[in-house]
DNA sequence: GTCTATAGGTAGATAGAC
DNA sequence: GTCTATCTACCTATAGAC
């Protein structure tokens, strides 16, 4: 609290003042980055869009928003090993939640089709998202393990984007050659 | 300390008479854990085989080494984003690190003769990294969203090392169907 | 609203008896 | 080695002057 305060160039009880405790401090500014988030992940998410352009969008645009809060996803594994239970009930109360079921629906359906592999969705589900979230929360360490600093390696993750697309593609296709969609 | 200390049946002072501070009895439990993790991931990394087939490896070792210590990526991911610089440091010093150079360079031998597609071998290496280890991160989460309890959500992640393998391959080979190596 | 001073409580660490 | 009692430091939160 001091710390905070010396940045905001006002002292501790003025804090106290305004945001009572330093829980209902952190909870305000961690639930509005976190609202922010999960609003736009619930959009793409909603989305009625062909499966791999749909895909295409959930990691070019999960990748943009940890780029602009690399921050964040420290905070949310955090939460997530401190107080998974109630993180959890306060997502599922969010009015705009990332909701995955469609997603999930419309893996099945192009699987079943045979228009992609026959995989099962769940556990697709799950890569795309570990595809996207974990050099971020790897970041601290691969970052001062390749030397470079946090700009550098928010490029690096801007890049990584074709990758993921094209790595997904491929696995998912029946030729398994990427195509333009 | 006093939970500790409750828990062993113990008193403060004695704990503290073992382990002398708080940190030191933290970095000795951590690092024990941390060692044998990384130990294990040097050998995998290190041994001579053929890249597809090493690849299974790693996906199966780092699978079984969370599974049994599924609250360790919570800690590691703790001191990443606390103790980066120290964190870092210290694994660099460890004599049995793991070393991703030659997987690297496996990968980029491979794209070269065109027995693979021609990938980004520092983002295939970290795609393989990514859906090892978030899921493990993510299980507070996770686990909670599909009701379920932890044996059964480690049990999940032990069948998803067929369809993370299954991914790499489809991704990787040129004629994109999973072959038997 | 904004500050200073301080109360209240917690937790790591130590002293000293046994 | 093991315990109890206590010291010390720190930090959240509040009281009260301005």
Partial sequence: MQEIADRAGINKGLLHYYFRSKEA???MIFREAFTRFSKILHTVLSEDRPLLEKIDRIVDEYTDL??????????IVNELHTNADQFVAEIMQLPERPDPSRLILQLHIEGQAGRIRAVDPFQTMLSILSLCAFPFIARPMLQRMVHIDQETYLELMRQRTHAVKDFIRTALLPGGQPSEL
Avoid: E, T, V
């Fill in 25 to 27: 401090l952190f909870k």
């Fill in 66 to 75: 940890l780029c602009q809060n690399p921050a964040l996803p420290g905070f």
